[in-house]
């Protein structure tokens, strides 16, 4: 399988804010990503994933260890790797359709092509009827879908999630985590998601890494057998409870 992200040894530390001695965060953490895989990395709070996730976008730098994006060295931000963080960030002045389209106007696209595109994926997201409003005039999941097709419509070639839905209340969270199934198999998406609810990594990922507390590293790859397209029903199955299992007493 192709290779898209490619994580060796990363080492990533902080200034302690008091001035005392640095924390070290990450340690000697390796995980790949190929085209077209949907990986979770579960772990502790506070252990080092939204760190973890920062550095493979590019906000951030390691201090020891290679991150490479399509074989190539991360040394900033950029948009084909895409980022939808727990809460939507939209602009409050614009509506939905201009929310979705503001990135693309930046890379000075035909109107007809913004169009198309804005439509193709309001539409795979759910949000066809609600182009006029505004977030304010939204649900929280509603938001958040706008904050996933803002992303989407850039077509990035890859995906970080940093618990998505971990803000929506259960039947909201259900229904994107369907919605995150269905989308990542019409388009082919590649992506790594953060998350705490390992039933939510069992479910959406084909793999995956577990980090332990702090410093993180990976204390366990797991490859998630269940055949595709999944639905949420997955959760009652026996095999999916004892790989549930697998992971919490890897956790605790
Ligand atoms: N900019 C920063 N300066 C100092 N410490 C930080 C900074 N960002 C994160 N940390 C620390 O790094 C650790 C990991 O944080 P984070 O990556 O947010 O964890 P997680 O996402 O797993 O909950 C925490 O102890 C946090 O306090
Ligand atoms: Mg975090």
Redesign the pocket.
């Known amino acids: 399988m192709e290779e898209r992200l490619k994580i060796r040894a990363l080492r990533k530390s ?4 008091n001035g005392g001695e640095r ?1 070290l ?1 990450l340690d000697d953490v390796s995980l790949t990503v190929g085209k077209g895989e949907l990986i979770s990395l579960v ?12 550095i493979i976008a590019g906000f ?1 730098t390691a201090e020891v260890g290679v991150v490479e994006f399509c074989a190539k060295p991360v040394s900033g931000p950029s948009p084909e790797r895409g980022v939808v963080f727990q809460s939507p960030v939209l602009f409050p002045w614009l509506n939905v359709r201009d929310n979705i389209t503001y990135g693309l106007k930046l890379r000075r696209l035909s109107d007809e092509t913004i169009e198309h595109l804005c439509q193709r994926y309001m539409s795979l997201t759910g949000l066809s009827d609600k182009g006029d409003f505004y977030p304010a005039q939204l649900s929280g999941g509603m938001q958040q879908r706008v904050a996933l097709a803002r992303v989407l419509v850039l077509e990035p070639k890859m995906l970080l999630l ?2 998505p839905f971990a803000s929506l209340d259960a039947p909201t969270r259900m229904k994107m985590q369907q919605l995150l199934l269905d989308v990542s198999i019409k388009i082919g998406l590649t992506s790594l998601m ?1 998350t ?1 609810d390992i039933e939510e990594a069992l479910l959406l990922s084909d793999r995956v890494y577990v ?1 332990s507390g ?1 410093p ?1 590293c990976v204390i366990r790859e797991l490859t998630v057998p269940f055949a595709r397209p999944r639905h949420l029903d997955l959760v009652g199955d026996s095999d999916f409870a004892s790989m549930k299992r697998e992971i919490l007493h890897a956790l605790i």
């Open positions: 902080y200034d302690h804010p924390c965060v772990g502790p709070s506070g252990c080092g994933k939204s760190t973890l996730l920062r951030e940093d618990e953060v705490h980090l702090s993180a």
